[in-house]
């Protein structure tokens, strides 16, 4: 069965950077696309982050370009979110999410990670 | 991005029909059918529920169904069940091939 496991979230200082993952398995990992989703404490879902199966297409919101990155590793089954100069409003549990058939954001989903912005 | 606009909360008693709208803008609910659904409930994974409009996955109960007309999608579930009682979102694709989801919608099953 598909499973998707994040892990890396913690508390860090404003400013500072941290890196997510997300080991897949159960499906064909180099097959999918990807993204990342994050939901602030008693909030909605916002959408993060999106890369294609391989890597050549990676889609961003606004309130993250230029400081978040999306990767992958296919050999390694494994997605990235590079977090740069994070701010307290980047406190959120982020879940990652497959992509299912045509565009569609998330069929499967990750129990998520949190991340806490706080000095 | 501005997020897609939902009811912050609906409300049925057990047996009844609820529907839940999600308004967007030409750009995305209204330029594709590209809407998915998902219910959370608290301490929970969001869980997929509806795709590309009116597509239910395999295991999602015919009680849930989808529908769009414009810029208004909509969720309806049927024979209100007291394990419906979550949090349900929409999500649309967009037309700059980002993706774009609604503020959420209480369900309380009364």
């Known amino acids: 069965q598909v499973q998707l496991v994040e892990s890396g979230g913690g508390v860090v200082q404003p400013g500072r950077s941290l890196r997510l993952s997300c080991a897949a398995s159960?499906?064909?990992?180099?097959?999918?696309?990807m993204h990342w989703v994050r939901q602030a404490p008693g909030k909605g879902l916002e959408w993060v982050a999106a890369?294609?199966?391989?890597?050549?297409?990676?889609h961003y919101a606004d309130s993250v370009k230029g400081r978040f990155t999306i990767s992958r590793d296919n050999s390694k089954n494994t997605l990235y979110l590079q977090m740069n100069s994070l701010r307290a409003e980047d406190t959120a549990v982020y879940y990652c999410a497959k992509r299912g058939a045509g565009v569609t954001l998330g069929d499967y989903w990750g129990q998520g990670t949190l991340v806490t912005v706080s000095s | 991005q501005s997020a897609l606009t939902q009811p912050a909360s609906v409300s049925g008693s057990p047996g009844q029909s609820i529907t839940i709208s999600c308004t967007g803008t030409s750009s995305d609910v209204g330029g594709y059918n590209y809407v998915s659904w998902y219910q959370q409930h608290p301490g929970k994974a969001p869980k997929f529920m509806i795709y590309?409009?009116?597509n239910r996955p395999p295991g999602v109960s015919n009680r849930f169904s989808g529908s769009k007309s414009g810029n208004t999608a909509s969720l309806t579930i049927s024979g209100l069940q007291a394990e419906d009682e979550a949090d349900y979102y929409c999500?649309?694709?967009?037309?700059?091939?980002?993706?774009?989801f609604g503020g959420g919608t209480k369900l309380t099953v009364l």
């Open positions: 999500s649309s694709y967009t037309s700059s091939s980002t993706w774009v």
């Open positions: 590309d409009v009116t």
């Open positions: 159960g499906f064909t990992f180099s097959n999918y696309g």
């Open positions: 890369i294609s199966h391989d890597e050549s297409n990676k």
